[in-house]
Each structure stands twice: as C-alpha cells, then as structure tokens.
C-alpha cells in the first residue's frame, strides 16, 4: 500500500498553515508596533454643564461679561425656549449649553473649536447645536420683534435705531466681524441677534448696555406700558406699514453684509 502521496498532500498543508500563522503573526507584530494610542481630546473635568451651573451659582457680573446679559434674564431665556419646544434637551447635551454657546459665540466672536474645548463637545455637535439655536431663536423672533411699525410715522425713530445699533455692535461683535458663514446663515445670526435684543428689552428694563446708551429714557411713539409695568407695543397693522417695515429690515441687513465683505 501506497501512502506516501496522502503524506505529502498533509505535509503541505501543514506548511501552509504555518506560514499563514507566521503572516498574521507578521502582520500583528508590525501592527503592533505602529499603533498610536489615542489619547482623548476633551479632558476637562469641568463639562459643560458643569461650566454652566458654576456661572448660574456664581457672580452675577460673570455671567453679564460672559453671556451680555444678567443672570435673571438668562434663565428666563433657556426656560423659555425650553418651555415652549424651541430647543429640548438631548442625551449628551442641555439647552443650558445650548444657550450659552451661542451666547458666547455671538458675544465675543469666538470660534467653535474654542467652545468645543471650552464645553468639552465635539466640534460637530458644536455646529449642529449652534445652527439649530439660530433658527429656534429666529422663530422666536417672529412673536417678539415688531415688523410693522410706519417708519415715515415715526420722526424720533432715527435717533433710536441708531442707539439700537450701537447697543447691538457693542453686545454682539459678531456683527462687526462676521465669519465666513453663507450668506442666508449670516443673516440669521442677525435675525437671532434682533431677537435676543428685543428679549432683553421684554426682560429687564435696566440693562447695563441701555443704560450706557441712555436707551432706557427713550419714548417710541407706539411704545407703552401694560397694567403690569411692563412694555408693551402698539403695532400698526395697515399693509402700508408692513411693507415699509419689511423694506427698511431688508435694507438694514443688506447694508450690514456689504460692511462685513468690506472688512
């Protein structure tokens, strides 16, 4: 009986499984030692909504320098897009945070790499949140910033949208400098910009900002106070009033993005 072709048939299977262990053995070891550990990015044990809570039970003035608003009127902004379904909370992050990047993103022109590492997020999150809070707060802006006052009606309103826009440059640098967005997301950081100005002005009527351009002791024809001591607007309706209000918006936010691209 001959056996010796099945013994050779087996010894050279048995030679190719060893040089195939001998490759992945290769493989493993230079593997091995080309790998570079990946050490983690975010490190701080301050999270960002940690940060948040450490200003909310902090110094008021903090919070004012950081967010350019005072402390009531910052809750009262992250309770009421909470509130009302403008912004929820998701599993990795808070409206709180939510907030208060884009308070600080549009307050002091920082990029979002700074506020990822600041709020210990990646930069994608960053940029989704902050494009999410720009169109929650511009959908707010449609139920607080009157878009229908008669501009030719009111002669004392120059000098007050001129001290408007010195309150809005002084708190927002954002629009003197504008990043290089596209120009439809340009205009809604403008639109959001209006709006939490207009809030601030529903919120408190003593702002430090107002205050320095003497905005508190202005009198708008149209502008009064409800039974509450709150202010209140008295809006034209008439169709001539709205397409002159939407014109002069319009000419506003053309004039303001000519300034950035000249800059």
């Known amino acids: 009986m001959n056996v010796e072709p099945n013994y050779r048939s087996s010894s050279s299977s048995l030679d190719k499984e060893e040089d195939d262990d001998m490759f992945f053995m290769l493989t493993f070891v ?3 030692n080309n790998y570079i550990p990946k050490e983690p990015q975010r490190i701080s044990m301050l ?3 940690a940060f948040i809570k450490k200003i909310l039970n902090g110094i008021p003035r903090t919070c004012y320098e950081l967010f350019r608003m005072d402390m009531p ?3 009262s902004l992250f309770n009421y897009l909470r509130t009302h379904k403008f912004l929820t909370n998701s599993h990795w992050i808070t409206v709180e945070e939510v907030v208060g990047m884009f308070l600080l993103i549009v307050g002091h022109n920082v990029r979002i790499r700074l506020i990822a590492d600041r709020f210990q997020h990646s930069t994608e999150i960053v940029d989704r949140q ?4 720009v ?3 511009c959908r707010l802006g449609k139920f607080i910033i009157p878009n229908s006052f008669h501009i030719s009606r009111h002669s004392s309103l120059r000098n007050v949208i001129e001290r408007c826009f010195g309150v809005l440059k002084a708190r927002f640098p954002v629009l003197k400098m504008m990043p290089r967005y596209k120009p439809c997301r340009q205009g809604n950081v403008m639109r959001a910009c209006f709006t939490i100005h207009n809030f601030i002005r529903m919120a408190t009527r003593h702002d430090r900002l107002f205050t320095q351009f003497n905005i508190d002791n202005l009198t708008i024809e149209g ?3 409800n039974n509450l001591g709150e202010p209140s607007h008295i809006v034209d309706l008439t169709d001539q009033a709205a397409e002159a209000m939407v014109t002069y918006r319009d000419q506003i936010t053309r004039l303001m993005l000519a300034n950035n691209r000249h800059h």
């Open 223 to 225: 502008e009064g106070r």
């Open 130 to 133: 902050f494009k999410e809070i």
């Open 30 to 32: 230079e593997n091995r």
């Open 135 to 137: 169109r929650a707060i």
């Open 47 to 49: 999270t960002g909504d």
């Open 73 to 75: 009127t910052f809750t």
